[in-house]
């Protein structure tokens, strides 16, 4: 995989290369948050298709990943 980032204060972007040569799909986005596990609650409360349950991760980080109507990936995580 290749993967590179930028941020700047609180916002960061992460720009993934692996599907290089593959034709265009959905997007990724990542956000990094305080409360994931109640969040995490209140998305599956209100239905949200879930792509990757919450959990902890061994880069450190607890989330959890959503897929949006256009099957765009969304993930929500926190640093443990």
Known sequence: ?????????????QLDGSGLGAPPGPSVVYCHMTGVDDYYAACRARGATIAMELADRPWGMRDFRVL????????FGALR
């Open 68 to 75: 949006d109507p256009s099957g765009n990936r969304i993930g």
């Open 1 to 13: 995989m290749t993967r590179a980032g930028v941020s700047l204060d609180d916002v960061e972007i």
